[in-house]
């Protein structure tokens, strides 16, 4: 079952390190709360209520605008099977979607493939930042990863022009011919080759934007601009990624985990204002994830690793509103005896967003049939 | 000659930051490959850097400064193996400045690595265990008796020393407990005497003095007690010399994917874990075992991926730019996440020192590589090799000749220049092709446009040029 997708676009928030699921859509009407959080809770003149039981985080003031709107909705409760607490297996699941086994194929990558099957244009992924995620990441399929905009490209810096023509071409000679020399050599080799073809096509982007949208600054609202301008130039990029660090907030969460709300929330809404501008907010979707949510109960000054948390889902053609459960914060029911025990499987989420959103078939990129829910206006 | 060039450029590639054409010289004729390892393995034969004479130039608090000193160290140390084995350890016990951003705790902590690196796993684990930076980055110091914060105990025995697969989360739970009350403290106000080092203190009252069980062992475990089982387990040693082989010799798949996948080479985790308990868990027998066996010597041919460090670093022992100390290393070591309004090179690459981007540290190998890290590594190359009045470079083209000359034999002695580095045939003839087009090239009419350095400049841009 799947709709067309032509052009739909799918904006990836990777939040490292575990964000605090409870600390961001509180439970701020439920003494099992506070009973659970000593020190790190928030009191009720510190949440932005958005029904009786549910608050979301006051420092996130812009998704409470956001979620009134309608155009956010909280996946609450996403998780998946036999947590082990570890950010780097959790990681490593959320990438490949393989919870049983060590997977080496990332989710979007293989939806890249999908979208893009004959390679013919290798920005219909794109990484924002440093490092490609292994989400992105396929042997054979080409997905470009910008750390600098500005200064994108091989052999850019040498001025006399008759010479960077033969340089290029050199590096062409020996970027195309590294087959035969093992598998890690014909890679690099492939991707200096999309380096050329990308940084062609990203020459001009810097110079074609304006905006009056004026973003923050720190390195989540940066990505999401550079985001913007790179899919307002219409170069065919149908999946972005880009991360935002520092939710390991075993300790010192109290000072720490405010200005993340802060910056997120308002990286997130400076985008779809951008868009909006543009008149370009109709395609887009983002969504927002993270390994996993923390410990029912604080340890004093933070949160150690728990199990379920929570996704979110931005953009104006999303139906706002709560989807999922909010897992139960009584003692009794808590996974492992300490944890949100996950009501939702992160897979589902996926195969909601492949086939609803970007029309692939999800079953084998997920490996299986998960429970989906209908997050987009009809 | 008493040893091969290429086999000896290949030993301070991997055992070190590279070499001149000038140090490969004196190496090769005075000594044989077993008497290099033995030197790299014991550096106090050799002089250590006057960190004074550095500090005048490299002073300061940012981060960026600190990396910077340490990257100079790399450049010119007279003991690479020291340096190379500080960095192996910042590797695989990875402390970023993001959370304390405390740049001189963070120094200390390298310093430490210099100190015990080529000693002996107790003593490495012990000092990391008392170190401050590692103590607030894994959060000991809210480690308390009764409210015990398990992670500096699960990243211990899962990241650290023994890996996913060979001890419960009672033992997490265990560890947790005899490292309780291990802490620091600040010797000086921040205000207003700035960052200084802290110092490690342990909290007698603090401490849970109840017995615990630890990999089947019962007693009233203290920290050092539990890292002294933990240097005696047989998956200790194999998990350590798998990080060694994967730092030294091969790149292996990313450290949380070990409990399942097989290493690369099988005998020579065997080979190297013996050692390891004969010896109890000495590191100088270790490297020696590793720099003199086969599998390091024939692991030449595209097997390890550069770093972004050791690429950056090894360029910059060739140009001698900085082979004294001058003004401006620190540039390639600036980042936005400590003030600065752009990104410098090995950020761009994808590693900025002291700033590992998790507790797992860097994914290496092939995930150093991306798009846009190529095409920083390119651009970096390019840049570094464009300036002619660079020492480094001047020797270089010097020593490689004429673009008159042969190109073939031009080629050869640039791909020996650059460290005796292997290129496939297609590479060989390539670069042999460019040669050409350069020779053919009229350099009279933009001075000084055309050149060898071009030439350098391609060769440390190859696909090759990416393995270490």
């Not at chain 1, 890249?112 to 924002?128: K, W």
């Not at chain 2, 025995?157 to 403290?185: C, H, P, Q």
């Not at chain 2, 010797?187 to 203190?201: C, I, N, Q, T, W």
């Not at chain 2, 590693?351 to 920083?376: A, Y």
Request: proline share 5%; net charge negative.
């Amino acid at each position: 079952m799947t709709t067309n997708g032509a052009e739909k676009t799918l904006v990836v928030v990777q939040l490292s390190g575990g964000n605090d699921f409870m600390n961001t859509i509180v439970p701020y009407s439920n003494p099992h709360y506070y009973d659970a959080r000593k020190k790190v809770v928030l009191s009720e003149d510190q949440v932005l209520p958005i029904n009786d039981e549910l608050a979301i985080n006051g420092n996130a003031a812009p998704f409470k605008r956001l979620y009134d709107e309608g155009k956010m909705a909280i996946v609450q409760g996403i998780g998946y099977p036999d947590s082990n607490r570890s950010h780097f297996r959790g990681m490593d699941i959320w990438h490949t979607a393989e919870p049983h086994r060590v997977g080496s194929e990332g989710w979007l990558g293989q939806a890249v493939r999908e979208l893009d099957p004959d390679a013919e244009n290798v920005l219909t992924g794109v990484n924002i930042g440093m490092g490609l995620p292994r989400a992105m990441a396929v042997t054979g399929v080409p997905v470009t990863s910008v750390g600098d905009l500005e200064g994108y490209g091989v052999m850019n810096r040498i001025e006399q022009q008759k010479l960077k023509d033969k340089a290029i071409e050199a590096f062409k000679g020996i970027y195309g011919q590294a087959i035969g020399t093992g598998p890690v050599a014909e890679y690099i080799g492939q991707t200096g080759l999309d380096v050329l073809s990308g940084a062609d096509m990203l020459a001009d982007v810097a110079n074609r934007y304006e905006s009056t949208v004026e973003y923050a600054d720190n390195g989540i609202a940066k990505n999401l601009r550079d985001v913007a301008r790179v899919h307002l130039a219409g170069l065919g990029t149908r999946i972005f990624y880009t991360q935002h660090g520092g939710y390991d907030t075993h300790a010192t969460q109290l000072p720490n985990h405010p200005k993340l709300m802060t910056d997120l929330s308002g990286a997130i809404s400076d985008f779809l204002d951008d868009l909006e501008e543009h008149d370009a907010s109709d395609n887009v979707t983002v969504f927002v994830f993270t390994e996993f949510g923390r410990r029912m109960r604080d340890n004093g000054s933070g949160t150690d690793h728990g199990s379920g948390g929570g996704a979110y889902l931005f953009g104006k053609p999303v139906e706002g509103g709560l989807y999922g459960e909010y897992p139960s914060v009584d003692p009794a029911d808590w996974a492992h005896g300490e944890d949100l025990e996950h009501t939702i499987d992160f897979r589902g989420i996926y195969g909601t967003l492949l086939e609803q959103w970007l029309a692939v078939d999800a079953k084998p990129i997920v490996k299986g049939d998960f429970e989906q829910i209908s997050p987009f206006r009809v | 000659m008493k040893s091969d060039r290429a086999l000896v450029a290949h030993l301070m590639r991997r055992a070190g930051f590279g070499v001149t054409p000038a140090e490969l010289d004196t190496l090769t004729r005075d000594k044989s490959y077993e008497e290099i390892v033995d030197d790299l393995v014991n550096p106090e034969r050799f002089e250590e850097l006057d960190e004074s004479y550095i500090e005048r130039y490299y002073s300061g608090e940012l981060v960026a400064i600190h990396v910077g000193k340490w990257m100079y160290r790399m450049v010119n140390t007279q003991r690479p193996l020291e340096e190379k084995m500080a960095l192996f350890l910042h590797h695989i016990f990875p402390v970023a400045w993001g959370k304390s951003e405390h740049g001189p705790s963070l120094y200390s902590e390298i310093e430490m690595f210099r100190r015990v690196g080529l000693t002996d796993m107790q003593t490495i684990l012990l000092e990391l265990s008392q170190d401050p930076a590692m103590i607030f980055w894994l959060d000991n110091n809210e480690n308390h008796k009764g409210e015990i914060n398990e992670n500096y105990g699960r990243e211990l025995l899962e990241l650290f020393t023994m890996g996913v697969g060979n001890y419960t989360e009672d033992d997490i739970k265990a560890a947790s407990r005899a490292f309780t009350g291990w802490t620091f403290r600040q010797p000086l106000s921040l205000y207003p005497v700035g960052h200084h080092p802290a110092e490690f203190e342990f909290l007698e009252d603090d401490h849970d003095y109840e017995a615990k069980t630890f990999l089947g062992e019962t007693g009233n475990f203290n920290g050092e007690d539990i890292i002294d089982i933990i240097v005696k387990q047989p998956a200790t040693a194999r998990f350590i010399s798998r990080h060694l082989y994967n730092f030294f010799v091969e790149d292996e798949l990313q450290v949380p994917s070990w409990a399942t996948e097989p290493p690369r080479n099988e005998m020579a985790i065997q080979q190297l874990s013996k050692v390891f308990m004969e010896n109890g868990g000495q590191m100088r027998p270790v490297l020696r075992e590793l720099f003199n066996s086969d599998f390091f010597k024939e692991a030449t041919d595209f097997k390890k991926v550069k770093s972004p460090i050791e690429l950056i670093a090894g360029v910059l022992k060739q140009t001698g730019e900085f082979s004294s100390p001058v003004p401006g290393i620190q540039q390639f070591a600036v980042t936005t996440l400590n003030g600065s309004p752009f990104e410098g090179p090995l950020a761009i690459m994808g590693q900025r020192l002291m700033n590992p981007p998790t507790v797992e540290g860097w994914h290496t190998g092939h995930e150093w590589i991306d798009s846009g890290t190529l095409s920083e590594r390119v651009g970096f190359v390019e840049k570094q090799f464009q300036d002619i009045s660079k020492p480094g470079v001047k020797d270089m083209v010097e020593r490689a000749g004429s673009l008159d000359d042969d190109p073939a034999k031009l080629v050869e002695r640039c791909l020996d220049l650059l460290g005796g580095i292997k290129v496939s045939e297609q590479t060989r003839d390539a670069l042999v092709a460019y040669a050409r087009e350069l020779g053919s090239m009229d350099s009279g009419d933009e001075e000084g446009s055309v050149g060898v350095h071009n030439l350098l400049q391609m060769t440390a841009s190859t696909v090759d040029y990416q393995f270490e």
